[in-house]
């Protein structure tokens, strides 16, 4: 039997960073690039269309939007505003779509597209920051908002964005070991502090306000504006390496099934240095209020580079250094799905489709679906097919046809039973 494989659902023509869906539109947004180096390898955001085309999720070139000289790290996605990490600075995007009013535009006889598969009527990737990619229907246009400098280390980079439950602030965190809270759009400053020696990995912000970061010195601290609430320890109901040290990778906040007013906080840990036989990884589900460990489990050996819940709080996606994929169930911490090396390189970012919006639409007949993107360009499509389940009445009625053949039978081998 051969190895599984996961069906590549686009390809870029530059590495791929950071990836986010817009359920709303059925937009999938892949960014990166080739940077400063003048290699020739484009940076840019990419506005891909979701659908459903005989049965299958498919996607589409919708606009490519130049990014210039700057790859794209890191995104946030608030309704129609993206924040782009590219590096030591946050860049604001506005994007709209809207039905094209000229259908008879923009095509070169001739002209062939490489890489991506075009849309009919799709226009080249265009040359000028914010122009226009017109579509048989479909137009979509970028703005440029405002952009601010992150970081502030020797060698600057943002490493991590995210907006808040409401969107109306922006935290951001780099190299320089600061976290910075930014108003939308306008990006003018209003909280900065130290919250970690080193770089900081990752961030998250929770409804109430508070702020959970994970970093470089090993630690994951909880804090409310600048004040530290409480420090993560992720060992105390879990394995101890007294050998092995461990630092936080991701962090990720997540609803409760079933309890929207409930949270769980989950983290990745992995080691804090190669080693030749690699010790695990791990998954740890915490309570959202009290920030205790509720859960531990070994994810494997891979090395993992990348962390997403999905948005009801259901599943868990995993990417690893190697290129391997995985969902897990967040209650549980099971792994319902995996492909080895699936990019045979670093996968950098994970995100699942919503389940609002056209999620429903597009999953089908799936349970959920998990977008990967890496180094190689590529972006790939995990669908988990929905798990079957015997229905409540039938277990019942299953149930009451045991009891009265149960009776029958005592009936039957003792005849003054009944």
Known sequence: MGRRRAPELYRAPFPLYALQVDPSAGLLIAAGGGGAAKTGIKNGVHFLQLEQINGRLSASLLHSHDTETRATMNLALAGNILAAGQDAHCQLLRFQTHQQKDKNKTEKAGCKEQGPRQRKGAAPVEKKSGAETHQEGVELSVENLQAVQTDFSPDPLQKVVCFNHDNTLLATGGTDG????????????????????????????GPDGKLVTVGWDLKASVWQKDQLVTQLHWQENGPTFSNTPYRYQACRFGQVPDQPARLRLFTVQIPHKRLRQPPPCYLTAWDGSTFLPLRTKSCGHEVISCLSVSESGTFLGLGTVTGSVAIYIAFSLQRLYYVREAHGIVVTDVAF?????????????????????????????????????????????????????????LQSVFPGFL
């Open 178 to 205: 600061y976290v910075r809270i930014w108003k939308v759009p306008s990006l003018e400053k209003v909280l900065e502090f130290r919250a970690h020696e080193g770089e900081i990995e990752d961030l998250a912000l």
């Open 353 to 409: 489709l919503p389940e609002k919006g056209r999620g429903p639409e597009l999953l089908g007949f799936h349970e959920t679906a998990l977008f990967s993107v890496a180094v190689d360009s590529r972006c790939q499509l995990h669908l988990l097919p929905s798990r079957r389940s015997i229905p409540v009445w039938l277990l019942l009625l299953l149930c009451v046809g045991l009891i009265v053949m149960t009776i029958l039978l």
